[in-house]
């Protein structure tokens, strides 16, 4: 996605930086409250845990799942900000 703010064009994506996930997994039950342990990268433990929840409390059986992504907004080709970007790398 690209957008020209005060004539300086800015292009958003995923932050791709060293060690940041690209997504924070996690749930929480809709009867009780409980909450998984949250997981970079990878549903499958929440999704154990949503399992395990029901099997230990077999009314429980809505979850409200969520998935937390990161962004990062650079400065497109022409934009003054990409030149001292380039200097601080
Ligand atoms: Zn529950």
């Given amino acids: 996605m690209r957008s020209i703010i ?3 064009e800015w292009m958003l994506g995923a ?3 060293e ?15 409980a909450e998984a342990q949250p997981t ?3 549903p499958l ?5 949503a399992l395990k929840h029901t099997g230990l ?4 059986r809505q979850f409200k799942s969520m ?3 990161y962004w990062r907004v650079t400065p497109a080709e022409g ?3 990409r030149e001292s970007d380039v200097q601080d790398a």
Avoid: L, R
Wanted: aromatic residues 8%.
């Fill in 57 to 60: 409390n077999p009314t429980h």
């Fill in 67 to 69: 998935v937390e992504t």
């Fill in 45 to 49: 433990p929440v999704e154990v845990w």
């Fill in 15 to 17: 932050e791709a930086a």
């Fill in 40 to 42: 970079d990268n990878e």
């Fill in 6 to 8: 005060k004539a300086a």
């Fill in 79 to 81: 934009n003054p900000y």
């Fill in 19 to 33: 060690g940041a996930p690209q997504g924070i997994y996690s749930a929480v039950c809709m009867t009780c409250g």
